[in-house]
């Protein structure tokens, strides 16, 4: 009976975390806070379902500040949560930009931009 009790018990609590995600992709549970899975150095491996050659990279700060750096120039910026923590506002001299976050895991980030476009990103 213990067993079984336990057992129950496991896959209701499973079930509730999985379905508590607020990311597509999620993942459903996290020990990192979303600030930490964000904060980092990240490469682009994949854009609207292309490989990428990993020549666009960004680093995003826990002052709220970003980098974005290309063969093409860089951009930088702030950046701040909106919406529950389910999109990011990134800022710079020609305004905002905002994407959905879709996957925010330990070393993935997916996005999407105004355009529905997929970005992901992974850190080394």
């Known amino acids: 009976m213990k067993n079984k009790l336990f057992l129950f018990a ?18 459903g549970l996290s020990l990192r806070s979303k600030d930490a899975r964000l904060e980092g150095e990240w490469t682009i491996e994949e854009y609207a379902g292309q490989a990428t050659s990993g020549d666009l990279t960004m680093s ?18 702030t950046w701040e949560w909106a919406t529950l923590k389910t999109e990011v506002v990134f800022t710079n001299v020609l305004g905002d930009n905002t ?21 992901k990103w992974k850190q080394d």
């Open 99 to 119: 994407v959905t976050i879709v996957r925010l895991a330990n070393k993935e980030l997916w996005y999407k931009d105004d355009a529905g476009d997929l970005y």
């Open 60 to 77: 995003i700060k826990d002052d709220g500040t970003y980098t974005f750096s290309s063969a093409f120039g860089d951009d930088s910026g």
């Open 10 to 27: 496991s896959l209701l609590v499973m079930t509730i975390v999985s379905s508590c995600s607020r990311y597509e992709e999620g993942p």
